[in-house]
């Protein structure tokens, strides 16, 4: 099996989608998606466009926790993989700004 894996600064999540990102991941079919700057809480992102996510993907989203709008991350892993997520480093220090999951491939 062969992944594929993209790292994308996405300055903006609700941007990327205006400029056609649902597109370009049906067209790439990714396996891993990271994204950096997400900038956007999961309950601020269009219902369908979650449900869209949802159903290909396991959505571990990382919102930044000082202030709305700010930063953040989300990595986007295709079913069936089982990949574990933790979400920071376990230091509010580092943690607060939501810039940091780790992402563990597990065999089944």
Known sequence: MV????SWNVNG???????????WLEQTDPSVVFL????AEWHQI???IRKD?????????????LRKGYAGSATLTKRPLNF???KGLNIEAYDQEGRIIISKLCRR
Do not use: A, N, T
């Open 3 to 6: 992944l594929k894996c993209y």
């Open 13 to 23: 999540f609700r941007s990327i989608l205006r400029h056609g990102f649902m597109d």
């Open 36 to 39: 950096q700057e997400i900038r």
């Open 46 to 48: 269009d219902p369908y």
């Open 53 to 65: 996510l949802e159903s290909v993907y396991d959505v571990c989203w990382f919102r930044c926790s």
């Open 84 to 86: 574990h997520h933790v």
